[in-house]
């Protein structure tokens, strides 16, 4: 029993999740040393801030860029690594000249294909450690889902409030204006009929 519990914190990948705010004209960088042959991915949601949008860079650590995108409200990004090194993935809020954007990010780091395989040339390497690898990986997805679907929640719940609060602002100031009119018309006909004596 402890061997299969060591086999599932072997198979399972990790995930750092992370809320960052983003001031106008900033970047911010975050980097992932792994080895080649190891799977990575980049969720990311803009949750707050002018108009949802940011720009973002993948980099490999030979400088090419991987993925990149601009004034984008949400990714989803997936790739194996095709050589050892650090790999930068950066957020950049530098179009944006005074808001400050708040953007939830998972960053995904799976095992490397190497080390998932070196046991099977032993004949140790078993269906169920495949099993239990498919499950991590279907496991870690759903997570991703439901943290995305949170956050979407979040912001959609966000923006249905602000707009009732528009639209309750604008029923009082019409409202107030056809009161207004009201009085106005009422206070107008009341002299237009006044009878006036000449003494």
Request: one cysteine or more.
């Amino acid at each position: 029993m402890n061997h299969i519990c060591f086999v599932i914190l072997l198979l399972i990948g990790y995930t750092n999740a992370y809320y960052m705010t983003i001031d106008a004209h900033a970047e911010e960088c975050f980097f992932e040393k792994v080895s080649a042959g190891t799977k990575l991915g980049l969720t990311f949601e803009v949750a707050e801030g002018g108009f949802l949008d940011i720009d973002f860079n993948i980099v490999g650590p030979n400088g090419q860029t991987i993925e990149s995108g601009e004034r984008v409200s949400n990714g989803k990004y997936a790739f194996k690594a095709d050589m050892d090194g650090v790999y930068t993935y950066c957020f950049s809020n530098k179009m944006s000249t005074m808001t400050p954007k708040i953007v939830m990010f998972t960053i995904d780091v799976g095992e490397p294909t190497a080390e998932l395989h070196q046991d099977s040339a032993n004949g140790n390497h078993t269906k169920l450690e495949e099993m239990i690898k498919e499950l991590s990986g279907a496991l870690r997805t759903v997570k991703h889902e439901q943290d995305y679907m949170n956050l979407r929640e979040r912001v959609h719940r966000t923006i249905n409030e602000s707009t009732n609060s528009r639209v309750v602002m604008w029923s009082f100031f019409e409202a107030f204006v056809l009161l207004t009119m009201t009085a106005g018309q009422v206070y107008y006909l009341k002299r237009f009929f006044e009878v006036r004596r000449v003494v």
